[in-house]
């Protein structure tokens, strides 16, 4: 088998096994190993120069040289069972089957150190073939052939070994597989005579022939080793077809098993949702994990190439010289082997089927091949092989040679040069199917430089070019046509129609970024015109939700502002009071009174100064003094005289000692000045002088004068008769 690390090149030798005792049958033990196992240890052995001692017919015993043993754990030497039996004899030794761990270290030594068994030359009967036998019965396609010549030459020939393994959801299966023995040149199934003249070689039954034997026959070169792998590898898939159908025929039972078991446990989960985004987010989980299970369980096939088993031939060679209608010329042969009694085999050059009809090939290299791999060209209407061009252009799935295949940029698909097209953003050429106008501007565009709205774009889905491609802001940056968006007037950002909104204050629009809702109107504001209370600053108003307290100039809103009775201007609540007299209305501390008898605030007119204490008091708590005629508050006011506290308190006072403005609002009072033996009584308060003088006859006249002023306030005459307020 063959499979070279990157680290290692695979060495070729050209040592032949001898046949080793462990060759013998095993009797009536019951085998667990594949049966190409244990030929493959024994060909191991004997290049790696491995030592193998028979223990029992199912029992051997390996000593392995210092090179080899890095594979096998640093063991200098291992038993190896070959059935149940033989491990039950020595429990610890390998079990030789496949999937153990024995096997996988086998495989990586067969890798690293034997991927190329050379086996010499097969020794040819001895009877000569007559080359003059054979004719051309192939048609040639738009051509003729010649006869050309006819020599012989030695052709390489082998097979090849490799590890299967079938993997499918749960299941694992690894089979060790053999490929029939080929041509390895022309690409060919030898005849069952060469085939079993090789066995017999490899096997150790004859010895190689001598390389004088081939005389002055030419080597054939064995095609490129990708080539060679291709069709061993093709011919090991058509033997493990049945294989693979038996494992994707289990694997597609336990999907269905496990797809329904997964809808059962997501239907009880549904049932169980009523939100519609936990109802999304269970579906979408669901479908995932029924991706998942689908991938699982599709049949995944891997080739584990071990070793190529080669020997070479002498083979008969004729050759046809063809020549197309068009002036293309190539070389056509038919094999035979010595060692061979079949026909003459005629083989593609390129399949290694044998051919219907002949195809010479437009390419310079001078070959042929057959018309199931051959292709005429859509373009040109040549013809050429599989392996000059394509067989279906991705836009119209016709063939096309490759002088006229261009691969797209756009999609990385091979097309022909007859649907390329030029894409107008940069100039580049592309597949007429990736090719197609904006759906905005017009303008032709490639898949890589076009993207698509979303079918809830304002215009519906669109394919859109770079100049006409915008991102709205307002979703989550899904693509829109230049003509479906405006700009946000706070970050110039593109936002689409549907997802726009306008600022209430200033009735631009705005992207959601920069749009909130207020917490009492739920109204949308920009980020400019969002304001917020200063007796609530965790809520967002708009700037016309809010104005500035004329009292102390803080923002407020209209739950915690109000309009002052007085001067209508807008205060907050901290410099506003209800008034007691004016139900649900308020007023400032500049037009406002409060009483201090009860603590009630009052309008300026429900509220007045106590003249004697100077305090507010409502009209509830004001009383007029007897003596004086004044208004004040009943905490200055005697209840048993019924006087005021300043009336309660005058005090005789000379003629010549009364002040100016005394003596003019005397005037006033008794109509002259005043006489000298007139007695004069005074006393001085927080608003008023109250003066007291005596006219005779028992008759007394009170005045008040505020300070500051030289008229009377209030005037009250009192006499026998009682008394009478004149002013």
Known sequence: MKRRKPQR??????????????????????????????????????????????RGPDHSELSLPPPERPFFRDRAALRVAFSLDALERDPDAEIAVLGSPFLSQLIEAIRARASRLSLGLIAPPGVAR????????????????????????????????????????????????????????????????????FRDLEAGRVDPAKPSVAGDAAPIPAREPADVVRLLLGHLQEKSAERVAARRAVAEKDLALELARLDRYFETILKEQTDPESLGTVTALAERRRAEEIRRSEVKAVVHPLQLIEASALIERVEWRLESTRGRRATFSAQCSLSDAADWIMACPQCG?????????????????????????????EDFCAEHGIGQ????????????????????????TAHAGVCAEDGHAACTACL???????????NRHAEQSHAEAPKGSR??????????????????????????????????????????????AHCSRHLHRTD???????????????????????????????????????????????????????????????????????????CHMDGHAFSLKGAKDCPVCGKGACTEHRVPC???????????????????????????????????????????????????????????DRSHLVVEVDLGLRRRAVFTVRHGESVPDSVVKHSLLGSKQRR
Do not use: N
């Open 9 to 54: 090149k695979p060495r070729r030798t050209r040592r032949r096994q001898a046949p080793l005792p462990a060759t013998q049958p095993v009797g009536d033990a019951d085998p667990l190993a594949d049966a190409r196992i244990r030929p493959l240890l024994e060909r191991y052995c004997g290049l790696a120069g491995v030592k193998q001692a028979a």
């Open 130 to 197: 007559d080359p003059e036998d054979v004719e051309l019965t192939i048609p040639v396609r738009d051509g003729t052939a010649k006869r050309g010549e006819t020599r012989r030459a030695v052709h390489p020939v082998g097979r090849l070994v490799a590890r299967v393994v079938l993997r499918a959801g749960a299941g694992v299966e690894e089979a060790v597989v053999e490929s029939d023995v080929f041509d390895l040149s022309a690409g060919a199934r030898v005849g069952d005579d060469l085939a079993g003249a």
């Open 353 to 381: 089927a044998p051919p219907a009809t002949l195809v010479v090939c437009r390419h310079e290299g001078g070959h042929c091949s057959c018309d199931a791999c051959s292709h005429r060209c859509s373009v040109c209407a």
């Open 393 to 416: 252009c991705r836009v119209d799935g016709q063939p096309a040679c490759d002088e006229h295949v261009r691969v797209c940029p756009s999609c990385r698909l091979q097309h022909c």
């Open 436 to 446: 197609a106008p904006c759906g905005s501007c017009g303008r032709v565009i490639c």
């Open 463 to 508: 394919r859109l070019c770079a100049a006409c491609l915008r991102y709205c802001e307002g979703g989550t940056s899904e693509p829109v046509g230049v003509d479906e968006v405006v700009q946000c007037a706070t970050c110039s950002k593109s936002v689409c129609t549907v997802h726009r909104a306008e600022c209430v204050v200033d009735g631009e």
């Open 520 to 594: 009492e109107s739920r109204r949308l504001v920009c980020g400019r015109h969002r304001a917020g209370c200063a007796l609530e600053p965790a809520a967002i108003f708009a700037s016309d939700e809010v104005g500035a307290c004329a009292s102390c100039g803080k923002l407020v809103c209209a739950d915690h502002a109000a309009l002052c009775i007085e001067d209508g201007l807008r205060h907050c609540v901290t410099h506003l009071e209800p008034l007691h007299d004016a139900t649900g209305s308020y007023a400032c501390a500049a037009h406002r009174k409060q």
């Open 626 to 684: 007897a003596y004086c005629g004044r208004h004040v508050c009943t905490a200055d006011l005697s209840r048993e005289s019924r006087r005021c506290a300043t009336c309660t308190r005058l005090e005789a006072i000379a003629t010549p000692e009364l002040p100016a403005e005394v003596v003019t609002a005397a005037r006033s009072v008794t109509r002259g000045a005043p006489k000298p033996s007139r007695a004069w009584r005074m006393a001085r």
